[in-house]
């Protein structure tokens, strides 16, 4: 057998199996987006474009707004934590490198329910910080921290942060650290040599982490659902209930169309980098 | 992702700069360290809370009044928990094995094959770690309703496994860039079949990588909530879905405990599967390929 054909054949398995149950079944999502609902609420394909116009009527446009500007702020919060923490561990790590990163991955492995979750534990109104609150006598009454937009948010960036720091420390541990100096050697201000130097040499590794952020931060609704309320509910949510509360699979199988088609082009910038980067691994 | 590998290979960069000089402010922030320690604060301290009231002897989330097992004892004397764990260990097991065997294969198909197909096989590879969970759900749930597949716990695999695969093909393929293809040529040189190569030489070689794989596999699986959530049949319900199920009733020291168990079992997982490399003997660290997925 020829190794090309021996190659082609260790691809089907996976690649039909990747075929049928990711691409195939995304084609139906847009081909259900398209339909409408019978009487016992069971997805009847057409062409029913109206389920698109409704995801944005007034009703759930500021859902999606929120969305996307929840979505934004987390890839801000998450940038303004993860590039310190990654820029420390990666220059000043020394020999506990490797240990360090392994602590800011391990709390990503805690399941994200159980994580999110702490937090309502956390800062529920009889919770931990407001027992503590009331307790010591800073305060009368508790604060309300759930049902906020602060909350989501929060909950958003504990869920997603190592997201940023991983990529950023890699870009920050590749650089060459002579750059640096050479900056400062040529008189440079330590804000002068970041600015025009490390920023620059780190900016592929922000992108990355910024991208795979953004991505999961958009579609997410258990932070919504957990750290927030009916008034905080982002697109997922909408999608969620659509699905598996208000059986209108048609306009829930609209807005998964309406956030992929939103986040292809984040995807596609992503996509073609990572793909760049496993051909400069290749060779 | 090479670019995260290659520092364990080299020796560690000492911290500490040159003695002669003593270091400006430039070289070694004092913000940088104290941000460093209160984000870690941030981030293991919820985990530490959960963990620590779980063993709390009252149903009190704001005083510890004592050490006690109560809510484990009441976890496991709940059938019905008991069953949703056991339906969790299932999937995650069927999951691990079914995309360890298809990830691998793709990851040398890949690695290896120069066709059209291969790039648009990549492609497709890549998408789904790139594709919000939700998104993967529903498409998931739409096509097990639109074939008439009774929603059950199979329903559950067959979805993990879709959502699996490109982990596993990522962490391999990053190790198997890395080999030597001259030592296969000289396999097959020397009479080996395509197979007998793969199974003598090449596999060998991937083991670390492959079980580093699985391992993740099975935590992702394990944790897996969205998934999970939209393609279960009624009963037994994954575990994570009987969580969000109890959150939203409250908060009870129960779940502290589910939690706690949970987040045993993954730290478990991934230390071992950091430490694994290093078990074996072999020089590079696990947490690179195990961090390559990251990157990729």
């Known amino acids: 057998m020829s190794e090309q054909r021996f190659a082609t054949t260790l691809l089907l398995p996976g690649g039909l199996w990747l075929l049928l149950l990711f691409a195939v079944p995304l084609g139906l999502v847009l081909a259900a987006s398209l339909g409408s609902t019978d009487d016992l609420g069971n997805t009847v394909y057409g062409w029913h474009p109206e389920n698109y116009r409704q995801a944005f009527d007034p009703l759930f446009l500021p859902v999606l707004l929120r969305s996307v500007g929840f979505a934004f702020a987390t890839v801000a919060l998450c940038l303004l934590i993860g590039y310190p923490v990654a820029y420390y561990i990666a220059r000043y790590g020394g020999r506990w490198k490797h240990m360090l990163i392994a602590l800011v991955v391990l709390p990503f492995f805690v399941n994200y329910l159980v994580r999110t979750y702490a937090w309502v534990a956390l800062l529920a109104d009889e919770g931990l910080v407001n027992g503590a609150i009331t307790n010591l006598g800073i305060r009368d009454t508790g604060i309300t921290f759930l049902n906020t937009s602060f909350a989501v948010v929060g909950g958003l960036v504990y869920g997603y942060l190592a997201f940023m720091i991983l990529p950023i420390y890699a870009a920050i541990d590749r650089m060459d650290q002579a750059l640096v100096e050479a900056g400062k050697d040529l008189y440079g201000t330590p804000w002068n040599t970041f600015r025009h130097v490390t920023w620059p040499a780190t900016f592929q590794g922000v992108l990355a982490g910024c991208v795979l952020v953004f991505l999961p931060s958009v579609g997410d609704f258990i932070s919504a659902q957990l750290l927030g309320g009916p008034s905080t509910y982002m697109i997922g949510n909408l999608i969620q209930q659509q699905f598996l509360g208000a059986d209108n699979w048609p306009f829930g199988a609209a807005l998964t169309a309406i956030l992929m088609a939103f986040l292809s082009i984040w995807m596609v910038l992503y996509l073609r980098s990572a793909a760049r980067a496993s051909r400069e691994a290749a060779l | ?296």
């Open chain 2, 1 to 296: 992702m090479s670019a995260v590998r290659a520092p364990a290979a080299e020796p560690p960069v000492q911290a500490a700069p040159a003695p002669s000089k003593p270091p400006k402010p430039f070289d070694r922030p004092r913000f940088l360290p104290i941000f460093t320690g209160a984000f870690f604060v941030f981030m293991f301290a919820p985990i530490v809370i959960v963990a620590l009231f779980s063993f709390n002897s009252s149903k009190s989330l704001q005083r510890f009044e004592g050490f006690s097992l109560e809510w484990y004892r009441r976890f496991f004397e709940d059938e019905s928990l008991r069953e949703s764990l056991v339906a969790s260990i299932q999937i995650a097991t069927v999951t691990m094995l079914a995309a360890t065997a298809l990830g691998t294969m793709l990851a040398f198909a890949l690695v290896r094959a120069r066709s059209r197909w291969a790039g648009s096989a990549n492609i497709l590879m890549l998408v789904p770690l790139v594709t919000p969970e939700i998104v993967a759900a529903v498409s998931a749930l739409v096509l097990f309703t639109q074939i008439g597949w009774q929603l059950s716990l199979e329903t559950v695999m067959v979805a993990h496994i879709t959502f699996s695969i490109s982990y596993v093909t990522v962490v391999v393929r990053a190790r198997l860039a890395a080999l030597n293809p001259e030592v296969e040529q000289a396999a097959l040189d020397l009479g080996a079949t395509r197979w007998g190569t793969l199974r003598l030489v090449t596999l060998p070689e991937l083991w670390p990588a492959i079980v580093a794989a699985a391992l993740l596999t099975f935590a992702l699986s394990f944790d897996d909530f969205v998934l999970s959530f939209f393609t279960t049949g009624e009963s037994p319900q994954p575990l994570p879905v009987r969580i969000y199920s109890a959150i939203r009733f409250g908060v009870t020291p129960t779940i502290n405990a589910i939690g706690t168990m949970m987040l045993t079992v993954s730290a478990l997982l991934i230390l071992l599967a950091i430490m694994l490399p290093r078990l074996l003997g072999r020089r590079e660290s696990g947490l690179g390929v195990l961090v390559g997925r990251e990157t990729a």
